[in-house]
């Protein structure tokens, strides 16, 4: 027997199953086998009222769950043995020995919400052993394919970011009182990350800063590795452990070489090894950052910012916006990079 179900609910949260009753008989014995949303699919006998036997569900991937979606079911009876596939892939056998009194066949639905499971193309053949061809697990001397030698897992290339290379823009909002963010990826562990800031604003009009932020759970606790404008280049690191808690941090530590005027690049790198941050501007080693600070936990998150008010030689209330290029992360490995030999 075979027919092809549409799954029915365009809310692809709402749960449904469908399927077949068969060997049914009189005294509401039968067989049944079903496909559900979860996705799996399930069998079991019911022998009178509330006598189920041989109960089973199994999870499947080949059951297609998305809404409207359609599923070609197919279940085959041969003696005492059911076996069902879904969209040709073999759900598994289970035997069908018991006797329920009957012969009819029913297609079911068993949902939780109201609606209708549209079905098409209902078919029921008689076996014959002509159709062992397209169903071989069926036929008693089937011999499954001898297992193949597992491949090899090749070793990841340490070369291969699992973020970026991403471009954007982050507009600066001076009047919501906020940093602005552009959130990047999900991290853990080691990880090397390398993006470049193109200069917002002329010397003369206002100076500018862009960040990378470490955020964990906890909010309004993290780590902030700011690279800024003001004293002709330099860079801070700020901590917070909590909402309303007072930044903590190193203020300005000079950068040599840094690139001020409208337009201009500057590529920031910064290296997270163990609970140790190495930051390199425009290629040259500007500092060592320790994470142990602050006793804030490990982050598990990376945002680009900017934070945008009006204060120090900052004129954010300009507007406008703030260019990133190539914002990239990797999962460190000491060849992407040339770490100085003491550390």
């Known amino acids: 027997m075979e027919a092809n179900f549409v799954n029915p609910y365009d809310d692809g949260s709402l749960k449904w199953e469908h399927g077949f009753l068969f060997r049914w008989g009189d005294t509401n014995d039968f067989y049944s086998t079903t496909l559900e949303s979860v996705p799996e699919w399930e069998r079991y006998a019911k022998l009178g009222s509330g006598n189920y036997l041989g109960f089973l569900a199994q999870p499947n991937d080949a059951i297609n769950t998305a809404p409207g979606e359609e599923n070609l079911f197919q279940v085959i009876v041969v003696g005492d043995v059911a076996w069902a596939y879904v969209n040709g892939t073999l759900l598994g056998s289970f035997p069908a020995d018991i006797d329920t009194g009957g012969d009819r066949v029913a297609l079911i639905v068993d949902d939780d919400h109201a609606g209708s499971t549209a079905f098409k193309d209902v078919a029921i053949w008689k076996w014959h052993s002509s159709m062992y061809q397209d169903f071989l697990a069926v036929n008693p001397n089937y011999v499954p394919p001898a297992t193949a030698t597992p491949t090899v897992t090749p070793t990841p ?21 906020k940093i ?15 993006v470049t800031v193109v200069v917002p604003f002329e010397p003369r009009e206002s100076n500018w800063n862009f960040g990378i932020q470490f955020r964990n759970d906890t909010p309004g606790s993290f780590h902030l590795i700011e690279v800024g404008s003001i004293f002709g280049g330099s860079f801070n690191h700020w901590r917070s452990s909590g909402v309303g808690e007072k930044w903590q941090g190193r203020i300005v530590e000079d950068v040599i070489g840094m690139n001020l005027q409208k337009g201009d690049r500057n590529r920031i790198q910064l290296i997270v090894k163990d609970s140790t941050g190495h930051l390199y501007i425009n290629n040259r080693r500007a500092g060592v950052i320790n994470f142990d600070l602050g006793d804030i936990p490990t982050a598990n998150r990376i945002y680009l910012v900017v934070v945008d008010r009006d204060s120090q030689g900052y004129e954010y209330s300009l507007g406008g916006h703030t260019k990133f290029e190539d914002f990239t992360v990797w999962r460190w490995h000491p060849s992407l990079f040339d770490l100085p030999d003491d550390d």
């Open 180 to 194: 602005e963010r552009h959130r990047g990826p999900d991290i853990s562990g080691d990880v090397m990350i390398d």
């Open 157 to 177: 290339n340490p070369g291969i970011p699992f973020y970026g290379p991403e471009s954007g823009v982050i507009f600066h909002e001076e009047a919501d009182g």
